[in-house]
């Protein structure tokens, strides 16, 4: 099957369309106690599987520049494992950075692998949306990088989860860190913050209340499914990673006449990949230019440290 293929007559895409790649990976180098997919290895049938997938998406990408002139891209890969100790997925962002119709390719990644192949990327367009595991890496690893990459000019944020034992780690990093780096913070999951904790939190990342509790999201509009979507290793198209209900195919164009303005049918959504798209929210304009690598327009004041 062509990875270009036509929607079907009559059909347009909106003229910026965001996309949620997801493939079969699921291996990480890390084991974090709070993620399911720590120290999770891929076999070498996963790995090759992957490797298609993300590739016939690519493809897929590249081709909307004729088959889609009236449409720009903007990417963001969001593996359950770490995507960029593997090749393809360096490649795959180095290549969507240099295509005339993306805005911003970017992946989440825990940064543990080499840094030095973002030199033959548009750094213009390509970005890194990272997280600092304390107890994964050491301090001054991880600062390193992140250096290397305020050095080479590379668009990128540091986040960190909201563990109690992570505080200290967090305040050292944020004071480390290059002063126009955005650190953000992630509620844990299922952590319910008093007044007092979620204050400390707030000190190091002044958007911390976004994340601290589910967003209730029923009924509300939502860009998602009709200008943001979620796409898998097999081209299925869902309106974001927390809907199950299809809206077709990628790659054979049934997806597109189901774009359009939809309320979120969940109760609630509370992960930033999600709620970032309500429009109940005022992310947009906080985040303007670097929704996808999740960068602050503007300077990030924070509150002195306790």
């Known amino acids: 099957m062509s990875a270009v293929a036509p929607a079907p007559s009559g059909t347009t895409l909106p003229p910026h369309l965001t996309l949620l790649y997801r493939g079969p990976l699921a291996s990480c180098d890390y084991d974090c106690p709070y993620c399911p997919f720590a120290k999770r290895r891929d076999g070498p049938e996963t790995l090759r599987a992957d490797r298609a997938a993300l590739e016939r998406f690519t493809d897929w990408v590249a081709g909307q520049e004729t088959a889609h002139p009236g449409t720009r891209f903007s990417v963001l890969?969001?593996?359950?494992?770490?995507?960029?100790?593997?090749?393809?997925?360096?490649?795959?962002?180095?290549?969507?950075?240099?295509?005339?119709?993306?805005?911003?390719?970017?992946?989440?990644?825990?940064?543990?692998?080499?840094?030095?192949?973002?030199?033959?990327?548009?750094?213009?367009?390509?970005?890194?949306?990272?997280?600092?595991?304390?107890?994964?890496?050491?301090?001054?690893?991880?600062?390193?990088?992140?250096?290397?990459?305020?050095?080479?000019?590379?668009?990128?944020?540091?986040?960190?989860?909201?563990?109690?034992?992570?505080?200290?780690?967090?305040?050292?990093?944020?004071?480390?860190?290059?002063?126009?780096?955005?650190?953000?913070?992630?509620?844990?999951?299922?952590?319910?913050?008093?007044?007092?904790?979620?204050?400390?939190?707030?000190?190091?990342?002044?958007?911390?209340?976004?994340?601290?509790?589910?967003?209730?999201?029923?009924g509300l509009p939502c860009r998602t499914g009709d200008s943001v979507l979620s796409v898998d290793g097999d081209g299925n198209v869902r309106r974001c990673h927390f809907v199950d209900t299809p809206l077709g195919n990628l790659y054979d164009g049934s997806f597109a006449p189901r774009l359009g303005p939809r309320a979120c049918p969940l109760t609630s959504c509370d992960c930033h990949i999600g709620y970032v798209h309500l429009e109940s929210l005022d992310l947009y304009d906080v985040f303007r230019g670097g929704v996808v690598e999740r960068i602050p327009a503007g300077p990030v004041t924070t509150l002195p440290l306790v």
């Open 77 to 218: 890969f969001t593996p359950w494992g770490e995507g960029l100790v593997r090749s393809w997925y360096r490649r795959a962002i180095t290549r969507l950075s240099h295509l005339p119709h993306v805005d911003r390719v970017a992946i989440q990644t825990n940064l543990s692998g080499r840094a030095g192949w973002l030199a033959d990327c548009d750094l213009s367009t390509a970005a890194l949306w990272t997280t600092y595991h304390p107890g994964q890496v050491s301090h001054e690893r991880f600062l390193a990088k992140a250096r290397e990459l305020a050095g080479m000019g590379v668009r990128f944020s540091v986040g960190v989860v909201g563990e109690p034992e992570h505080l200290e780690a967090a305040r050292r990093m944020r004071a480390d860190l290059p002063g126009e780096v955005y650190l953000w913070v992630n509620a844990s999951e299922g952590r319910t913050y008093t007044d007092a904790e979620a204050a400390e939190w707030q000190a190091l990342d002044p958007h911390f209340h976004y994340s601290r509790r589910p967003h209730p999201s029923r």
